[in-house]
């Protein structure tokens, strides 16, 4: 029995691992798109919405099997909720790459003015997302508690230029009012890139949550080791 459930726990986080990468290139794929206003990548972006989402049903499934079949108790039951957590969230941030895409897909601008872009400080706050995404991936992978602590920090820059771009683009209309439109659904983006921000966030905790059980477990265990 342990030896099953222990190759399901490891196909299980394969599975995660790989709507991981998925998640990712999608918002990469997203934050392109927007950037260069690129119709096509977005449309993408939007097709594929559909895999992440079958991911994340399989997913569901598989945490149901392995409680149902194995009832997991300890640090097993500790990495399977984890999991079933983290599939959620990169739920998620799927749907957030789709918006993103969308505001692409919908834009009636010719082009971005790259001033105000600038600004607005759009590309850094795309980067952090993906690089906040990659560190939390390494952490749990490397099973880093540093790793995944360090996450935490990296959300208050998102935050951050979320919190100025609202008057930046308040200003931006009140010289080109014709943009209007185009500026209320900007800040749609920004706001999705702050929410993604949120749920990775969440993701570093939850790593956090097992790591912490497992390294509680083996202190324990070296402890009794230590007794005998």
Sequence with gaps: MVKFIESELLLLKKEIDEMWILVYNQLDRAGEAVLTLDKELAQQVAVRDRRVNAFELKNDSDVEDIIALYNPVGIDLRFVL???KINANLERLGDFAEGIAR???QCKEPALDSQLIADLRLGEMIREV????ELAKRALQEESIDLATSVFAKDNL???INA???GILADYI???????????DLISVFRKLERSGDHITNIAEEIVFFID?????HNHGAEQK???
């Excluded at 009140?174 to 209320?184: D, I, M, N």
């Excluded at 059980?213 to 477990?217: E, F, I, Q, S």
């Design 82 to 84: 984890a999991m079933l």
């Design 164 to 166: 100025d771009a609202a």
């Design 213 to 217: 059980a497992k390294v509680l477990k």
């Design 158 to 160: 998102l935050d951050e």
């Design 226 to 228: 230590s007794e005998k």
């Design 103 to 105: 505001f692409a897909i």
């Design 130 to 133: 993906l690089s906040m995404l």
């Design 174 to 184: 009140g010289q080109h009012p014709e943009s209007a439109r185009f500026c209320l």
